[in-house]
């Protein structure tokens, strides 16, 4: 917190890529607007190996 007190500039974004993040993203596209979407979590999970 002091870092940022002295300069509030102390870090700048740095944009990355997140391949998890991503896969998210593109599910909650599916989630329906309104009530029937309301309370959805979309987590990620090991796919089972077959």
């Given at each position: ?40 979590k ?6 089972k190996?077959?």
């Amino acid at each position: 917190m002091s870092e940022w007190e002295e300069d509030r500039f102390a870090y700048v974004p740095e944009p990355q890529r997140c391949p998890g993040c991503e896969l998210i993203e593109m599910e909650r596209e599916q989630v329906p607007q309104g009530a029937e979407g309301r309370g959805v979590k979309i987590g990620l999970r090991p796919r089972k190996a077959v």
